[in-house]
């Protein structure tokens, strides 16, 4: 047993223990008779004395009726015997002894309890036995209830520090609702927390590598041709150009979403601007480049929104929906760019025509390396919108898709006039506008 379990024991223990016997005590007290053991003695002393008495007034028949009476109803075992020699007869007359000469004989009469054991022996302590086992009974169960969950819960956090997250101590508190309980239900969730993020960060670890493998392997192809067919240097060292270039995009983004998740505990770098207007210029290069594709842009856009913002992590985030819209939409189709003040908190709504994705990819398509089951292969790398909650969370605002009752898919961003959660580093006038990300993705 642990030492927490005997120190929990001793305590309830002694509790009990002393309680008990101060109530019986007590009790002793209040119902003792004063000169009990005096009173005894003297009825003792009478009854012998009476016995004598009637031996030598009506002889031995009479004093032995007496006896056999007396013995009948108060029993002190009184008796009386004949010496064997008549001549001896001393003169006792102490308090449960006479000796009377009475006929020639010499009588002995004599009163001692019997020393049988009986029930009626233990009286006097019994009720420190009943004390001794129930106290015992009872500080063994309430310390093994206070303690019981307190192991349980020792032996999940020593699960947890070996590595095992799937260890649970909830359903072991079998009926209890107390605070303890509530702690191992906290406990769970904790552990639940710990093994999402474990899971998440290998399948993280796996994307990555996956992604990194793709065009390595067609780095190495291409290589594997040109020593083949040196004629193809041309062509090959195009296609290694385009297969670094994605590489060098890969990278940054992961860089991009790793600094962010480190970070996401500090402090921002805030500075004032207007994100009304920074989203404008994304608008007017993302529509300049929807031309080709005959998609268009329409905007319902007003006044300003001057906020504290750290400007590198909204601009990557209004630019990577933004882009991801004008990618995704249908050719020919419509892009529609909504922004509502309400309450200190900007929101932007853009919504494509593309095909969309299913109701249950909405909040998948926010995980790294995550894209709609529609996805070409190859056509990004799913970092982008990642990347974009990761920067508005950190303001303390929200991203979330939904489904338009047309087809398409519209994302919904929400910014705080200040940031939540974080205090202030630096301030500027200006917000110096960070390089664009050439491959956002979904």
């Known amino acids: 047993m642990p030492k927490l379990f005997w120190k929990f024991f001793t305590i309830i223990w002694l509790t009990l223990a002393a309680t008990v016997g101060v109530v019986i005590i007590t009790v002793k007290l209040i119902q003792a008779v004063p000169f009990a053991r005096e009173l005894e003695q003297d009825r003792r002393a009478l009854l012998v004395n009476l016995a004598a008495n009637i031996l030598t007034e009506d002889g031995e028949d009479a004093a032995r009726r007496f006896v056999f009476t007396s013995e009948k109803t108060q029993p002190i075992g009184l008796s009386v015997s004949t010496t064997a020699n008549a001549n001896i007869c001393p003169q006792e007359n102490a308090a449960d002894t006479r000796s009377v000469l009475k006929d ?117 192809a291409a290589v594997g041709v040109l020593r083949q067919s040196p004629a193809k240097l041309d062509a090959m060292l195009d296609r290694m150009d385009r297969e670094v270039e994605r590489l060098d995009v890969l990278v940054g983004e992961i860089l991009t979403l790793a600094r962010l998740t480190a970070t996401s505990s500090m402090p921002l770098k805030t500075q004032s601007l207007d994100v009304i207007e920074l989203l404008n210029e994304i608008l007017g290069d993302a529509a300049f480049e929807a031309q080709a594709r005959d998609v268009s ?43 509502e003040i309400k309450d200190d908190v900007l929101t932007i709504r853009v919504a494509d025509q593309g095909p969309g994705i299913t109701r249950d990819e909405l909040e998948r398509i926010f995980q790294p390396f995550s894209r709609g089951n529609d996805a070409v292969t190859g056509d990004g790398y799913g970092l982008g919108l990642a990347i974009t909650r990761q920067a508005i969370e950190r303001h303390g605002g929200r991203v979330f898709a939904s489904l338009p009752a047309a087809s398409g898919l519209t994302i919904t961003l929400e910014i705080p006039r200040r940031p939540t959660g974080h205090s202030r580093l630096g301030s500027g006038s200006d917000a110096a506008q960070p390089a664009k990300i050439n491959q956002p993705q979904r």
């Not at 036995?129 to 093994?144: E, H, P, Y």
């Not at 905007?299 to 909204?314: C, D, K, N």
């Not at 985030?317 to 050719?331: C, H, I, M, P, S």
């Open 104 to 220: 020639g004989s010499c009588y002995r009469i004599f009163a001692a309890t019997p020393m049988s054991f009986t029930l009626e022996n233990l009286a006097p302590i019994l009720p420190w036995l009943t004390i001794l086992i129930s106290s015992t009974i009872a500080a063994g169960a309430l310390a093994r209830y206070l303690i019981r969950p307190v192991v349980h819960l020792r032996n999940g956090l020593s699960a947890l520090a070996n590595g095992r997250f799937d260890f649970r101590i909830g359903d072991k508190m079998a009926g209890r609702t107390d605070e303890v309980t509530a702690l191992a239900h906290d406990f769970d969730a904790s552990a639940a927390r710990l093994q999402e993020l474990q899971d998440a960060q290998q399948q993280l670890f796996h994307d990555v590598s996956h992604e990194l493998r793709s065009p390595l392997s067609r780095l190495q």
């Open 297 to 339: 842009i329409t905007t319902s856009i007003g006044g300003s929104f001057p906020a504290e913002v750290e400007g590198e992590l909204i601009y990557r985030a209004l630019e990577n929906v933004v882009r991801n819209a004008v990618k995704y939409t249908d050719a020919r189709s419509r892009i529609a760019v909504l922004c």
